[in-house]
């Protein structure tokens, strides 16, 4: 048996790489799997949020999900503090990871940076919490994006860990989903950084709520270089970048995955239309596809949020069967470890 799951953080402003990165593929995935969708309010608060935004947040990624092409009749979307499985398997495998694991994490350098005392301890426990989000399921495959392979492989020790501390095979060996060529969505200012929510600029993401002026106008200033669009031998034999293009000319192989993923044509394909072309052509014709593409799910968000009952309706539904699946799991956990 197989089963998908993934989450998604309300923390902010979904962007293009939300979209091609996460969202494209949840919807392939639901052809062929039983999947489950969670939006994860209990991660977004190991860093300080406003709770009326983090509210706003969270019908904001459902929507989202819906608008990307997950159907809530086939897959399950709801949020993740509303299905207690998540917190209490989280605590039991608080005890069963090591400290020496978790400081092997790299996101908590990063992300707790300099201020390492001042980081919350959710921040550091995060990547159990999400070992506990996929392992209450038992899902044997989740598709992440390359800065949570980590912490994945993080998940797969604590399920081996439980399994042989206790003597069984209860929890799974969760595979990662490798995800396709725009799994890395960059920054449109600056190609060596992921695109976020969080840099500063507006202008280094598309977000999936901007408008056709906003998308038109961001590809317009995107970062490029003073070359023509390169030739097919930019690719290796393997088909991938080569490493010279991806360190010389980043902004440009981004574009690129970003043409690509948005088109659903293979690379060949689309260096072999844009070979030897300036960028301003290039450029348009990038705008009006991902105008073409966006615009749609943007509008479908916006009708999304404004049926309040519909959402709900959803998330409530998406509970109940989470819930469904979780709670003999949890059950079983319990008995396992020898709770009263
Ligand atoms: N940590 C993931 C991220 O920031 C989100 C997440 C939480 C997740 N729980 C998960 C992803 C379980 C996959 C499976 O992107």
């Known amino acids: 048996m197989s089963r998908v799951f993934s989450g998604v953080q309300p923390s902010g402003n979904l962007h293009l790489g939300n979209y091609l990165g996460a969202m494209k593929n949840f919807v392939k995935l639901q052809e062929d799997h039983e999947c489950i969708y969670c939006v994860v309010d209990m991660h977004a608060i190991t860093v300080k949020l406003d709770p ?20 809530p009749e086939k897959s399950i979307i709801f949020v993740q503090s509303q299905v207690s499985a998540h917190a209490e398997l989280a605590w039991i495998f608080n005890c069963v990871a090591r400290l020496g694991w978790l400081n092997r994490m790299t996101q908590f350098k990063e992300k707790a940076g300099k201020n390492r005392e001042g980081a919350s301890i959710g921040l550091y ?150 070979s030897g072309r300036q960028f301003t052509h290039f450029k348009n014709e990038l705008s009006d596809l991902a105008v073409e593409v966006l615009t749609p799910v943007n509008d479908e968000i916006k009708k999304l949020l404004g049926n309040n009952s519909f959402m709900e309706d959803i998330l409530k539904k998406g509970k109940e069967k989470a819930i469904e699946i979780s709670d003999p799991i949890i059950n079983e956990t319990k008995r396992i470890v020898g709770y009263f």
Request: aromatic share 6%; proline share 5%; charged share 25%.
């Open 52 to 71: 009326l935004t983090l509210k706003k947040n969270v019908l904001e990624v459902a929507a989202a999900f819906i608008a990307s092409g997950i159907n």
């Open 125 to 274: 426990t995060y990547p159990i919490l999400m070992a506990a989000d996929i392992l209450a399921y038992h899902a044997t495959h989740v598709p992440v994006g390359d800065d949570q392979r980590q912490h994945l492989e993080l998940a797969r020790d604590i399920a081996s860990k439980f399994n042989s501390d206790f003597g069984n095979e209860f929890f799974p060996i969760t595979e990662p989903v490798i995800m396709g060529v725009a799994t890395r969505v960059m920054s449109l200012r600056d190609g060596k950084k992921k695109m976020s929510k969080s840099e500063e600029s507006d202008y280094s993401r598309l977000n999936l709520t901007d408008n056709k002026d906003e998308i038109v106008n961001k590809i317009k200033k995107a970062k490029t270089d003073p070359m023509v669009l390169p030739d097919l031998d930019c690719l290796g034999e393997n088909g991938m970048f080569k490493d010279q293009i991806l360190q010389e000319r980043p902004e440009t192989v981004n574009l690129l995955n970003i043409y690509s993923a948005l088109s659903e044509e293979p690379m060949e394909k689309v260096i072999s239309n844009f």
